[in-house]
């Protein structure tokens, strides 16, 4: 079975930190690109960072940018989003999400599956 699984969502105080996993099976990972997005309650799904299937190409959205980092184990089949200097606003489920060119795309509408997401509440 094809599936994504994450982890690593909690509570945590605005400026604290949070690793997210994702660990995917079912599929030939390391032939794709993989990316992680975010859904706030009543807002649109927007893309947070996303990463070639080398590992050598990352993309992040401009609000991320120096806070986070995402990173890849092939070896592992697992893609990790690294979360520091967190802010309330950013409050959300976060989903990683894989697609089939290996190229790092923003758009979600280039990812072919997703996970079930992981929850994240950043308090004040």
């Known amino acids: 079975q094809v599936q994504l699984v994450e982890s690593g969502g909690g509570l945590v105080q605005a400026g604290g930190s949070l690793r997210l996993s994702c660990a995917a099976s079912?599929?030939?990972?390391?032939?794709?690109?993989m990316g992680w997005f975010r859904q706030a309650p009543g807002k649109e799904r927007e893309f947070v960072a996303a990463?070639?299937?080398?590992?050598?190409?990352?993309s992040y959205a401009d609000s991320v940018k120096g806070r986070f980092t995402i990173s890849r184990d092939n070896g592992k089949n697992t893609v990790y989003l690294q979360m520091n200097s967190l802010k309330p606003e950013e409050t959300a489920v976060y989903y990683c999400?894989?697609?089939?060119?290996?190229?790092?795309?923003?758009?979600?509408?280039?990812?072919?599956?997703w996970g079930q997401g992981t929850q994240v509440t950043v308090s004040s």
């Open positions: 079912g599929r030939t990972f390391s032939r794709y690109a």
């Open positions: 999400a894989s697609e089939r060119t290996g190229v790092v795309h923003t758009n979600p509408s280039a990812y072919d599956l």
């Open positions: 990463i070639s299937w080398s590992g050598r190409t990352t």
